[in-house]
């Protein structure tokens, strides 16, 4: 019955204040009249009462005005109209759906990142999509041609997984931007959500696939897709394979770093995006920490607070102990004048 006492809050905290007082008064009550009550008498010899003698009724008169003041002090509880209230949110949430759209071409290897442009392309994405806990993300790969690696989906720990899965080699080399955008779009195209967007990240130009960028973007615009571009690469060269040696180990070398930036501006400008330009890791991280700024998912939390009286029981137990008081006082040590 009062195993959330600490839950419990009071409607009429003043009535709280008569319980001080009337321990006092029950103290001093206690102080002055206890002599009065139970006189003392100096005799030679106790023997000729032992027979009557009766300690634990005694004691137990004794102890009835406690009962009586305990009795007091849960009425005023009582009064006091103890409450439990039970906090209740409504979260309504207007999620986004998005799509990582990853180059995984040969050039991603390049070692201008730590430890190259793709491993710290899928550290970062791993890290936004911790940050985007109530939205659904899928992923979509590509290089020469694209493919679905995970499907949109609000299990965050399939995209995670699949993300670690992704390298170079799954599929033909070379860079088809129109291809990885229009494959992101059609995971899209069905989705409900009030926002979809799609992160595509590439270091190159745009050199295979069947659809061009611009066609892939204006279906994009079409469906309601915002495209954010990244272009990823350094400034100038960077230690990129070159070639592969018989024994199929990559070969490196210096080689100019050529991102089409003037396409990947267009695309995002076209379906309401931003273009970034990441040249080193920590500028990658804070791209994506802007885009995860700049796509907040909508929030509504209603707040409701359910009250529920629970003087009965301070109230019941209030007379359960004055009623002991009474059958004690006048059945269990009653006293014959």
Known sequence: MFSHLAQIAFADKWVLWFIPAVLLLAGLWWYFRA????????????SPFAGFENPVKSKLKRFLPVLRVLALVLLLTALARPQTSQEEEKVTTEGIDIVLAIDVSTSMLAKDFSPNRLDAAKKEALNFVDART????????????????????????????????????????????????????????ESEAKSKV?????????????????????????????????????????????????????????????????????????????YFRATDNKKLKEI???????????????????????????????????????????????SIP
């Open 35 to 46: 002599k009065k009550q139970y006189p003392s008498l100096s005799i030679s010899s106790a």
């Open 134 to 189: 109530r939205d659904r993300i899928g992923l979509v790969v590509f290089s020469g041609e694209s493919f679905t690696q995970c499907p949109v989906t609000i299990d965050h720990n399939i995209v995670k997984n699949q993300l670690k899965e992704v390298k170079n080699g799954l599929m033909e080399d070379g860079t088809a931007i129109g291809m990885g955008l229009a494959t992101s779009v059609q995971r899209l195209k």
């Open 198 to 274: 799609v992160i595509l990240m590439t270091d190159g130009v745009n050199n295979k696939g069947l659809i061009d960028p611009m066609t892939a973007s204006d279906i994009a615009l079409q469906f309601g897709v915002r495209v954010y571009t990244i272009g990823i690469g350094t400034n100038g060269k960077a230690m990129t394979p070159v070639a592969m040696s018989p024994d199929g180990k990559l070969i490196f070398d210096y080689a100019d770093v050529q991102i089409d930036e003037k396409l990947m501006k267009d695309i995002a400008k076209k379906t309401g995006g931003q």
């Open 288 to 334: 994506y920490e802007q885009i995860d700024k700049l796509e907040k998912t909508k929030i509504e939390v209603s707040a409701y607070e359910r009250k529920t009286e629970k003087f009965h029981a301070f109230a019941l137990l209030a007379g359960v102990v004055l009623l002991l008081e009474v059958l004690f006082r006048y059945l269990i040590v009653r």
